[in-house]
């Protein structure tokens, strides 16, 4: 499975983003995907999970309320749609497929990852 993900940019502190995961494989729409970011000197953390059929979706505590995870299998997209940004949330974001259906959070479980988008945002 093929990701790929957009949507990255510059924004000022309150503003919004709309990031795009895109994969290439029909399979991408039996597994469940995630949303993860990395910052500088920082480990690769979870920000948000979606089920395959996008009816379970689970997120990391900072982002709840401001960050929405949604899916399309019609067109094999994934979307976070980000909202309310911080100066935190700066960070390289990364889509990844799991191997199982359901929501999950555990990194272990992410076998396909895509390249990487730039989020930052300025305060």
């Known amino acids: 499975v093929q990701l790929q993900a957009s949507g990255g940019g510059l924004v000022q502190a309150g503003g919004s983003l709309r990031l795009s995961c895109a994969s290439s494989r029909r399979t991408f729409t039996n597994n469940g995907v995630g949303w993860f970011r990395q910052a500088p000197g920082k480990e690769r953390e979870f920000v948000a999970g979606?089920?395959?059929?996008?009816?379970?979706?689970t997120y990391e505590d900072s982002v709840k309320g401001r960050f929405t995870i949604s899916r399309d299998n019609g067109k094999n997209m994934v979307y976070l749609q980000m909202n309310s940004l911080k100066s935190e949330d700066t960070a390289v974001y990364y889509c990844?497929?799991?191997?199982?259906?359901?929501?999950?959070?555990?990194?272990?479980?992410?076998?396909?990852w895509g390249q990487g988008t730039q989020v930052t945002v300025s305060s």
């Open positions: 990844a497929a799991a191997r199982t259906a359901a929501v999950t959070n555990r990194k272990e479980l992410y076998n396909y």
């Open positions: 979606i089920s395959w059929n996008g009816g379970s979706t």
